[in-house]
């Protein structure tokens, strides 16, 4: 089996690749990403060359994605976006081109390959913010709402999905997930961005109140959901994947500070993000029913895991918290990042 994955170098991604190489002997993969600022080529690391290809290149570069794209490819996983919502804030413009004509032109060069399966990783966002304390949950009934211009954009994208398949007949499924968390997950995101700062001793900027809620998933969790989609989906799908741990941003970061033994003191509340979803909840009991898909880590024990990681791996994190990184930090934070 031979399949195509962009976005390979993010922190999704690579652990998609090491989940579809480990699910299935048989499998190739032909990695294909632009290593945007979020993309590292250290993240897929260590994999068998015989096995995994990587290609550097543009999904909105139509001869870079005809060229790498295998004539017999069995499926496209469509990871690659910008994916911050907060660069979204400060301009939209990347999100556009790459999150919507990005997925265009790979959909338009999948229908020319006859590639099997297009598999489209969306997000909870694009459902919009659900009432605190409603008990209420997305499900895959629930209606597009987007209020960022990152939700937007992939709400978006979404809609080429749907019109690739209603239009040209082409296999596609979609799967939308809440907050991920895990290992190589670049530090712009709540949990890496607390854990960098916490080991350092630096203020933890915690938006608005802290009481925003978001449903947490390990990241090997949502890899292997995935997988299930594409292997079980029905065609023209859409699937939610939660494991049931919704949490406040609050808990979220006094969880991190307790693992490293740090102070409360460090949790420094900011002006709030513009347009801030209050909530985000899942029902995943479509794909548990239908895909047989259960998530498996629980929060205590991913999370442990996740410190344990960065803890493991600071040159990882210096590396990575340079340059323009530093700017967008000061843009976002009006404070500068220490180290
Ligand atoms: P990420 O920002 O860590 O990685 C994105 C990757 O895409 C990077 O390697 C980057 O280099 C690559 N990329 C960006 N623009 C590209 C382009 N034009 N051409 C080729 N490659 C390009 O993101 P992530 O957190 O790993 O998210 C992966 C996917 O999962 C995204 O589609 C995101 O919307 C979705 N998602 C993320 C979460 C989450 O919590 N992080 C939750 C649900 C869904
Ligand atoms: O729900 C899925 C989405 O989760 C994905 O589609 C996105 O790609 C991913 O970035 C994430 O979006 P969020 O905006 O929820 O994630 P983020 O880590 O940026 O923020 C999580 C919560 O923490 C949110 O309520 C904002 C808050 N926050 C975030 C940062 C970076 C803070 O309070 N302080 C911060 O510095």
């Known amino acids: 089996m031979n399949i195509f994955v962009t976005g390979a ?27 945007t600022y979020a993309g590292n080529i250290e993240n897929l690391a260590g994999l068998d060359p015989r096995r995994h290809f990587f290609i550097k290149g543009d999904i909105c570069d139509r001869t870079a994605v005809n060229e790498a794209l ?26 556009v081109r790459t999150n919507v004509l990005g997925t265009q032109v790979l959909l338009d060069a999948a229908r020319e390959k006859k590639v099997r399966r297009f598999v489209q990783i969306s997000t909870d966002e694009v459902m919009g913010s659900l009432p605190e304390n409603s008990g209420e949950s997305f499900t895959e009934a629930s209606s597009l709402r987007p209020n960022s211009p990152y939700a937007a954009s992939k709400a ?30 670049f530090p712009e995101k709540l ?15 915690v938006y608005g109140d802290g ?11 949502h890899c292997s959901g995935v997988w299930a989609a594409f292997e ?40 709030d993000r513009p347009g801030h979803d209050r909530r985000y909840a899942i029902d995943p009991s479509l794909v ?10 629980s929060w205590d024990d991913g999370l442990k ?35």
């Open 288 to 297: 548990e029913r239908e895909l047989g898909w259960k998530a498996s880590v």
């Open 70 to 95: 295998p004539d017999d490819c069995d499926a496209v996983f469509n990871f690659a976006a910008e994916s911050h919502v907060d660069r979204s804030i400060l301009s939209a413009d990347d999100f």
């Open 191 to 205: 949990v890496p961005l607390m854990i960098a700062n916490a080991l350092n001793d630096q203020p933890l900027p």
């Open 232 to 271: 079980k989906g029905r065609n023209g799908a859409v699937y939610n994947f939660g494991s049931r741990c919704e949490m406040t941003n609050l808990e979220v970061v006094r969880s991190i500070l307790d693992l490293l033994g740090k102070p409360y003191s460090l949790i420094k509340f900011v002006d």
């Open 9 to 35: 170098a993010g922190f999704i991604g690579s652990a998609f690749v090491r989940h579809a190489l480990a699910a299935d002997a048989g499998c190739s993969v032909v990695s294909f990403d632009l290593l």
């Open 211 to 221: 009481l925003n809620v978001r449903d947490w998933i390990y990241v090997d969790d």
């Open 305 to 339: 895991k996740t410190v344990q990681w960065y803890d493991e791996n600071k040159p990882w994190i210096d590396g990575v918290r340079t340059g323009e990184y530093r700017s967008f930090y000061k843009a976002v934070y009006g404070m500068d990042l220490a180290k």
């Open 156 to 185: 978006a994208a979404e809609l080429f999905v749907r019109a690739a398949r209603q239009t040209h007949g082409i296999d596609t499924v979609v799967t939308r997930c809440g907050n991920n968390y895990g290992p190589r997950q």
